[in-house]
C-alpha cells in the first residue's frame, strides 16, 4: 500500500470531528455504518474512529443522496464501482464483517465445530 493511502486509510477521528466536518448527525453516520457504506474501527475504548477515506465516502454519499438516490442505489453505485476497480477489502473490512456474521450467528466466541467441514483433498 502507497504511504498516502495508507496516510488516508489511518483512522484516528472520532465522531465528533467527523459529525463538524461533515454536518452530519452521529445518527446518520451511525446509520451508513449499519448499512455497510463505511467501516469506521473501533479504538481499545470500543469508540468508533474514522479515516480520511471514510470522511470521503460520507461526502460522496451526501452528495448521491442530494441528487435524488436511495441508499439502496448507493449501495449498486458502490458495487459497480467495487467491481469495476477489481478492489480488495482490506483487513479492517472483512474483520468487521466477520465479526457481524458471527454476531448474527450467535456464535461469536464459541466457534461451533460442526458447523466447519474438512477440505476435500
Keep these: 500500500m502507497k504511504e498516502r493511502e495508507l496516510r488516508r486509510s489511518m483512522a484516528v477521528l472520532p465522531i465528533g470531528t467527523v459529525m463538524k466536518l461533515t454536518d452530519l448527525s452521529a445518527r446518520q453516520i451511525r446509520y451508513y455504518e449499519e448499512q455497510e457504506l463505511i467501516f469506521p474501527e473501533r479504538n481499545d475504548g470500543n469508540r468508533r474512529m474514522y479515516s ?17 438516490n436511495n441508499i439502496a442505489d448507493i449501495k449498486e453505485i458502490y458495487a459497480k464501482r467495487d467491481a469495476k476497480k477489481g478492489q480488495t477489502l482490506s483487513i479492517s473490512e472483512v474483520h468487521h464483517a466477520l465479526e457481524r456474521e458471527f454476531a448474527q450467528q450467535g456464535r461469536f466466541g464459541t466457534p461451533d465445530p460442526t458447523h466447519f467441514t474438512q477440505p476435500r483433498m
Excluded: K, W
Design 52 to 68: 480520511l477515506n471514510d470522511i470521503d465516502a460520507l461526502f460522496d454519499i451526501a452528495d448521491l443522496l442530494h441528487e435524488g
